[in-house]
């Protein structure tokens, strides 16, 4: 079994920054792809906000490109997420994401969640 638990949420005004973590653990041979998703209130679907694969190599929403830093510590299998310049519609639960690998190998990595860490910013 594999846990992810992200830290990092909170209440920010516009202009602000915060810094998302998330940290894997468990039954852990590596990991593929790691990202974060949010759900915007009102929405059910989550959105992808930034990824990062273990090669290093990221992928970004458009809406946040720029303002908006992935990265990850293969080493200590966690990701972080740098949001800069907030704004008020980046108010949402955020979630960390991660492809894993676990032992007896498969050949498949498996997708797991994080419980979701609230941010909200006010404007």
């Known amino acids: 079994q594999v846990q992810l638990v992200e830290s990092g949420g909170g209440l920010v005004q516009a202009g602000g920054s915060l810094r998302l973590s998330c940290v894997a653990s468990?039954?852990?041979?590596?990991?593929?792809?790691m990202g974060w998703y949010r759900r915007v209130p009102g929405k059910q679907r989550r959105e992808l906000v930034a990824s990062i694969a273990n090669t290093g190599s990221t992928n970004y929403a458009d809406s946040v490109k720029g303002r908006f830093t992935i990265s990850r510590d293969n080493d200590k299998n966690t990701v972080n997420l740098q949001m800069n310049s907030l704004k008020p519609e980046d108010t949402a639960v955020y979630y960390c994401?991660?492809?894993?690998?676990?032992?007896?190998?498969?050949?498949?990595?498996?997708?797991?969640w994080g419980q979701g860490t609230q941010v909200t910013v006010s404007s």
């Open positions: 994401n991660a492809a894993v690998r676990s032992r007896p190998l498969t050949g498949i990595a498996l997708p797991y």
């Open positions: 468990g039954n852990i041979f590596s990991i593929d792809d």
